[in-house]
């Protein structure tokens, strides 16, 4: 089971931002006090007590606005709201209850998701707690005063927006299916691949960019083996309209993302690889699953001997941060190539859960070592004393040496490609940890 996702909602400037950077304990989100600064939707892992969750920041929402980018916003926070198991409705103590938060609590509401409602901007709980009760009004429970710029007030609001979690999927056993997420931009054709996949129409697929509006689990079995495969709704790339904002942004694909073990992401070859495809396929990357690149409607365009070649060359140049991922070009419309996907799933699960033992792997990193001297500084030479597996999906390392300091990082991805060299892990990122200790130890 995934994570459960917060989503953090409220009119513009009221703190939103403020709030997501205090929690995820850095600051992503733009923080300036021009409403509607915070363009993206942006995503954190936060963890509370024994209970780890996603927090996502939204734009603010204008209920009525008729400005093309409030309008825009107002549908991103439909979407996080949608996709959250639990909602932070932030308000402002300094302003008052005023008319805008009556319209996003209606807009709460018909969502029937757990609401938390947290006053921002309380400094100072003498002179503004009986502001606060004027919040009661809303008529979403007990109002929990904060404040996010001074970090007062995190552990009641916590408590409560944990208490809302279904703490089921913490007892659960695992589900040993693999579980694959289709990611990419709208209109790639990600419905039409599940149809391809299934061999009947199962998922609404249609030429508007966005038909997808849900997340939705589809269960394919194929040679007596079940794969859960989770659909997403398409991204949306950068509009021309001011500021160049982002329509929609990539929560859906977090959500899904989050929950599966292999991701597809899927490029049209139509439009062939965009910035757009980076990021998409960087959530995946960030968050260490497997990964399979799909060039979809291989069939539409026009090729030679060479095609293939300088489409692969464009795909890794762009996406160079991931070169242990799959490349498959491939039609949904024609099948070409849609049965190759399954063997290369089986493969991608089978790398990403792989565990190498540690004599096997020291006499790997001992040979790479010899053939390429670890660096020095200052006459004082990097020593790796052995290098262990501690975790999969992905697999993770961890690396004793002398002083980490020494280890420089294009020595890592040496030993990374050594490691590849001898073991595979095609398809799967692989994660390092540099510890340090003494000889005597």
């Known amino acids: 089971m995934s994570k459960p996702i917060v989503a953090i909602v409220g009119r513009p400037n009221v703190g939103k931002s403020t709030l997501f950077n205090a929690l995820a304990g850095r600051n992503i989100a733009i923080v300036k006090d021009t409403p509607g600064v915070t363009r993206d939707r942006i995503y954190a892992d936060v963890s509370w007590l024994d209970m780890d969750f996603t927090l996502i920041d939204t734009g603010g929402i204008e209920p009525d606005s008729s400005d093309v980018i409030l309008s825009q916003m107002r549908a991103q926070a439909q979407i996080a709201i949608d996709t959250a198991d639990v909602i932070i409705f932030i308000t402002d103590v300094r302003q008052g209850l005023v008319d805008a938060d009556d319209k996003v609590a209606d807009m709460l509401r018909r969502s029937h998701k757990p609401i938390v409602l947290a ?18 009004n809303l008529g979403l429970g007990d109002p929990i ?22 703490r089921s999927y913490l007892e659960e056993e695992e589900d040993e299916r693999p579980r694959i997420a289709i990611i990419g931009k709208p209109n790639v054709g990600k419905s039409s691949m599940i149809n391809a996949l299934l061999g009947e129409n199962r998922v609404l697929v249609s030429d508007i960019p966005g038909t997808t509006r ?84 291989w069939d539409a365009i026009e ?41 290369l ?4 699960v089978e790398n990403h859960s792989r565990r190498i033992q540690t004599g096997v792997l020291n006499e790997i990193i001992t040979e790479a070592t010899a053939l390429n001297q670890p660096p020095s ?62 000889e005597r130890e």
């Open 214 to 297: 849900d997340a939705i689990d589809t269960i394919i079995e194929r040679d007596g083996k079940e794969y859960v495969f989770i659909d997403t709704a398409g991204l949306r790339r950068k509009s021309k309209i001011k500021e160049e904002l982002e329509r929609y942004s990539i929560v859906r694909a977090v959500a899904a993302v989050e929950k599966a073990d292999v991701v597809i992401v899927v490029i049209s070859a139509e439009e062939g690889i965009t910035e757009q495809d980076a990021k998409i396929a960087g959530i995946a990357h960030e968050r260490g699953k497997g990964i399979i690149i799909a060039v979809n409607k």
């Open 119 to 136: 006053v921002n901007k309380v400094d100072n709980m003498a002179k503004y707690l009986p502001d606060v009760y004027e919040f009661y």
């Open 145 to 166: 005063p904060i404040s996010a710029a001074n970090k007062l007030g995190f552990g009641d609001m916590l408590d409560e927006v944990t208490r809302h979690f279904d």
């Open 303 to 343: 090729k030679d001997d060479k095609t293939i070649y300088r489409f692969s060359d464009k795909v890794r140049q762009v996406l160079s941060f991931m070169p242990y991922a799959r490349l498959l070009f491939v039609s949904a419309k024609t099948g070409q190539r849609m049965e190759k996907l399954f063997e």
């Open 345 to 348: 799933i089986d493969v991608v």
């Open 377 to 438: 500084d200052k006459g004082k030479r990097l020593k790796i004393f052995y290098t262990t597996q501690v975790a999969v999906k992905p697999p993770t390392f961890v690396v004793f040496v002398n002083d980490k300091e020494l280890m420089h990082f294009s020595y890592l991805r040496y030993l990374e490609n050594k490691i590849r060299e001898a073991f595979g892990f095609e398809g799967t990122p692989l994660k390092f940890f540099v510890r340090e200790r003494k």
